[in-house]
């Protein structure tokens, strides 16, 4: 089984700076089967970024995906205020694994 | 409107049985695939299983197989999931998750979510 392997745990920044969340599997994720999602607390997560780099319906363009293999990136390239959350990667295919999540906290 | 709708929370002993509900709306229920996901206080997301609610086929996650039952209903275009044996960790908020796209085979990742049906196991 794949595991997948989010680091850091805890980033902690503030409005207007760069995240850069990784994803590490434990085995190649074939086809860039990967996907991300944000989580706020009380809430369901939602979509944000699929086959590794498409960006799900009525995300904004400052959430970006990339990487393949083993390795995978979300990038938020200037934190909003609603964007301090918890985001899980999760692998895809013929089943589902998520990651462990990384919280993105105000600094 | 597009919406999963999720019953109240529950309440169960150790040893007993739980069912939730998921009723969707807003879009051809039998076209998508459905998925059940839990998570556990303040832990991460545990995918539990798949049914096609087109014809009922299921597959669950190999750590649930034998406790747990997925099924529909489509004339109220209702899934359920059914958790047997309950113990203290299946304590949890519980998840339906629809697949982003309708199609004939699922794609295993979720664009639509019910809002979660907390689940608590306690004697």
């Known amino acids: 089984e794949i595991v997948l392997t989010q680091s850091p745990g805890t980033l902690s920044l503030s409005p207007g700076e760069r995240a850069t969340l990784s994803c590490r599997a434990s085995?190649?994720?074939?086809?860039?089967?990967l996907a991300w999602y944000q989580q706020k607390p009380g809430q369901a997560p939602r979509l944000l970024i699929y086959?590794?780099?498409s960006r799900a319906t009525g995300i904004p363009d400052r959430f970006s995906g990339s990487g393949s293999g083993t390795d995978f990136t979300l990038t938020i390239s200037r934190l909003e205020p609603e964007d301090f959350a918890v985001y899980y990667c999760?692998?895809?295919?013929?089943?589902?694994?998520f990651g462990g999540g990384t919280k993105v906290e105000i600094k | 409107q597009v919406q999963l709708v999720q019953s109240g929370a529950e309440v169960q002993k150790p040893g007993a049985s739980v069912k939730v509900s998921c009723k969707a709306s807003?879009?051809?229920?039998?076209?998508?695939?459905m998925h059940w996901v839990r998570q556990a206080p303040g832990q991460g997301l545990e995918w539990m299983g798949i049914?096609?609610?087109?014809?009922?086929?299921?597959r669950y996650a190999q750590k649930f197989q034998g406790r747990v039952t997925m099924t529909r209903d489509t004339s109220t275009n209702t899934v359920y999931m059914e958790l047997s044996s309950l113990r203290s960790d299946d304590t949890a908020v519980y998840y339906c998750?629809?697949?982003?796209?309708?199609?004939?085979?699922?794609?295993?990742?979720?664009?639509?979510w019910g809002r979660g049906t907390l689940v608590t196991v306690s004697s």
């Open positions: 998750a629809r697949d982003r796209l309708a199609g004939d085979y699922p794609l295993w990742h979720f664009d639509l």
């Open positions: 807003g879009y051809t229920f039998t076209r998508y695939y």
């Open positions: 049914i096609n609610p087109s014809n009922g086929n299921t």
């Open positions: 085995q190649t994720i074939s086809t860039s089967y």
């Open positions: 086959g590794a780099s």
């Open positions: 999760q692998r895809y295919g013929s089943s589902a694994t």
